[in-house]
């Protein structure tokens, strides 16, 4: 494959691509397998990636970050694609759930909990989802009532990734009356350990990703202190996580690429291997047209993402129609490249055991989460 070289790479991320692939290599691809049938990483690796510096780099320092940039993050999100994972869980966990609590947290509650999640002491989950309301999230019904010092939540979440592993949840509730809509959405940090009202109903099989525990959470009369609404305001809930997830969506996409990217590198490697009809797969025309045209669509993402990227590196704010595109371009491509290349696999494509069989599995939810495709495009269109 033609080298290729992210705009914004330095020497430094290059010395933390070393950091990250060692830690890949040696903690996680080794034991991955046990962690997809246990369905949740073992907190020990867990540990190992906040004392090696690894879990919220972007988080400013006062809060036990590194107080790096988000081309940091890259690394670790590449990093992880090529070894084929997501049984460590890097975007639900270390950077997208801590980037949830840091963009809507006051400067007191950041203190009280951000150090021990940057540390790897502490994970820390999202609960958003609703059986009725996915990626409408005006639509949800858990409520939050206020009794003295405490609110009591009560509902149904479901789809909480690391939802029975996490100290740490992030509850969206409704505050207002029924039917308010965004204004009447507020945030909560629940402590599980001291939060009895706070049940995992289930952990939920998936097709893929099967590591991260995704689990359904009823919240029954959860009691939780007045001074655990994010933010210290009530009915801000739906502002905050919109703003937050225009850096989730990025995520999506850098992933996709990276995935498609890897998926193109292995089929490269097999065509050029397999032995067939006295000739190797790779002689053929159709493999040579097939990943050649993998490779454009791939690079054509690489590059859109990898300017999204530098205008971040530079200060440049991420704008949400561009998170969008990315995301929707780059799970899109992800499953699409990973399929095409499957296929060259033959029938070991379809075995587990081949890490282009994980990538197939591990892809197919990119196009769901954080916001369906099919949402995302319709509200870019609402810009045009």
């Known amino acids: 494959m033609s080298a290729y070289r992210s705009p914004w790479m330095t020497e430094e991320l290059e010395m933390l691509r070393a950091t990250a ?3 890949f290599e040696e903690e996680v691809a080794p034991k991955a397998e046990k962690f997809r049938k246990q369905h949740y990483i073992d907190r020990d690796v867990w540990e190992k ?3 090696l510096g690894l879990l919220c780099m972007s988080i400013p320092e006062e809060y036990g970050g590194m107080g790096a940039t988000f081309a940091h993050e890259v690394i670790m999100m590449e990093e992880q694609a090529r070894i084929c994972d997501t049984t460590f869980g890097f975007i639900p966990g270390a950077l997208n759930s801590p980037g949830f609590f840091h963009g809507t947290a006051s400067h007191e509650q950041l203190l009280k909990w951000m150090p021990d999640i940057a540390a790897g002491k502490k994970m820390i989950a999202v609960a958003i989802t609703e059986p009725d309301a996915g990626t409408d999230v005006k639509a949800l019904r858990t409520t939050a009532r206020r009794e003295g010092d405490e609110y009591v939540l009560n509902g149904n979440k479901i789809f909480c990734t690391l939802g029975q592993q996490a100290d740490l949840v992030l509850v969206a509730a409704r505050t207002g009356e029924a039917g308010s809509g965004a204004k009447g959405i507020s945030l909560f940090m629940v402590e599980k350990d001291k939060c009895p009202g706070f049940k995992v109903n289930k952990i939920l099989e998936k097709i893929g990703q099967n590591a991260m525990n995704t689990a359904e959470i009823f919240l029954e009369d959860a009691r939780v202190p007045v001074e655990n609404l994010i933010g210290g305001v009530e009915g801000k809930g739906f502002f905050q996580l919109m703003d937050v997830f225009t ?7 850098i992933v996709g690429i990276a995935c ?5 590198e292995l089929t490269v490697e097999h065509a050029k291997n ?9 002689d053929f025309q159709n493999t040579k047209f097939e990943l050649a045209e993998c490779l454009t669509e791939a690079r054509i993402g690489r590059v859109f993402i990898d300017n999204i990227v530098k205008d971040m590196v530079d200060g440049k704010p991420l704008q949400p129609n561009d998170a969008m595109m990315a995301k ?8 699409e490249i990973i399929d095409r290349c499957l296929q060259l696999f033959g029938g070991y494509g379809y075995m587990c055991e081949y890490p282009i069989a994980q990538l197939y599995m591990d892809a197919r939810v990119a196009k769901i989460y954080g916001g369906s495709n099919e949402t995302l495009k319709d509200v870019i269109a609402r810009s045009m």
């Open 21 to 23: 692939r060692r830690f």
């Open 49 to 51: 990636a906040g004392e």
């Open 274 to 282: 397999r032995k067939m009809l006295g000739q190797t797969l790779w």
């Open 247 to 253: 850096r989730e969506r990025l995520s999506i996409g």
């Open 260 to 264: 498609a990217e890897r998926a193109i």
């Open 328 to 335: 929707w371009w780059g799970s899109e491509k992800q499953c």
